[in-house]
């Protein structure tokens, strides 16, 4: 092929076309008319010769060969901003949106201080917290780029993605400070009551469990939910227990706490992007005020 034939500012298009699946969207997005972005999507298709998006029910799709377009398309993009190097735009005139995972924890207790940071600091950059679909579905949307920012637990990495570890966490047991098995907290004590156990996907046992069985012992899990954040005023109203990251725990001293009575692994947190944005000033902000605010 010869390239001299292609536009190849269509690529810029497309990489939005393909990020949206949404040509309107997309047009906002690259300040385009919704006429502008269809018209560039149609020679696209002719370029590539695929439909690229293929209209479902109400929704457009990708085709698998827009799926297979997705990461090279924006390895090739970065590094042709890379080569062109454009100025450094102050971190406080940067204008940009960047696209953060992570599960409630530790959303709960990092979103305030990080808002609150960047109105100070860069105030041009958004955030959208996007919703939590495992580690696997994180690490995925960082290699499509359908995320930029991860923080999760993250397993050695063999792709191109940066990650560095935060914190590691342990667990504490949690009740209300008037409860029973607070007066003399043992294993006996905490296996008579029923346990909140957290869960986004409703599972009802976890590796607790299996180390229970292991010893010939079992607990009752009396009510399984979707987020950490649900937990301390279901503790405070009730004789339940709770196993939670201890951070998890509300600095008002309303609860309770003590050690789990046998052996709980922790478990490391990390922050990770792909290695093609080391050079992306905003999203590098964004990971160092994160890592600021999770660092011990």
Known sequence: MNLRSADLNLLVIL???LDEAHVSRAADRLGLTQPAASAALQRCRHLFRDDLLERGRGVMRL?????????PLKSLLADVTDLIVPPEIPLREIHQTLRVTMADYPALFVIVPLQRELQDSAPGIDLVIQPWHGADAARAALNDGTSDLAISVFPPMEDDLHRQELLTEHYVIAMRKEHPAAESFDLETWLSYPHVLVSGRGDRRT???AELSGRGLTRRVGLVVPNFQMVPSLLLGSDM??????????EDGSLATFLPPIPVPGFPLHLAWHR????DAALQHVAAVLAGLLRP
């Open 207 to 209: 590796p607790l469990d």
């Open 15 to 17: 990489d939005a076309l």
């Open 63 to 71: 085709t698998p060969k827009a799926e297979a377009l997705r990461a």
């Open 276 to 279: 093609r944005r080391e050079k």
């Open 241 to 250: 227990i709770a196993m939670l990251p201890s951070r998890c725990v509300p």
